[in-house]
């Protein structure tokens, strides 16, 4: 019996309270939106998901970790954490998988602080500023990169 492909989904600080947090930049969908659309996704080349989302960087960081035992590659919206944590850059990279970097929004037209990523170095795949939509196409992205 063969061990089936799986993917981590990681979402980090505030990324809960999607659908109620600024909807005018984040969108109404919920996380439950959020992982449907990735489980979705990678359902559609026969990979499962495991998902995983914290307001605490430990719990983050000890998930990635884990992905070793079973997992292909992550795909990660760290929030806020991008912007500011070495340690989970880190994680990703001590891990040796494949890394899809996602942002619902656009970065780049935000405030300034949110211009730095300490992620975009150990990701292959980044989609930057296209709503909860950007989600399935970095699932597709990676997915693509393993095949």
Known sequence: MSTPRR???VNGPNLNLLGTREPEIYGRETLADVEALVIAAAGERGV???CVQSNHEGVLIDAIHEARADCVGIVINPGGLTHTSVVLRDALAGVSLPVAEVHISDVYERESFRHHSYVADV????VIGEGVAGYARATRQLLDILA
């Open 7 to 9: 993917l981590l989904l």
């Open 48 to 50: 499962e998901v495991r």
């Open 123 to 126: 990701a292959s795949v980044h």
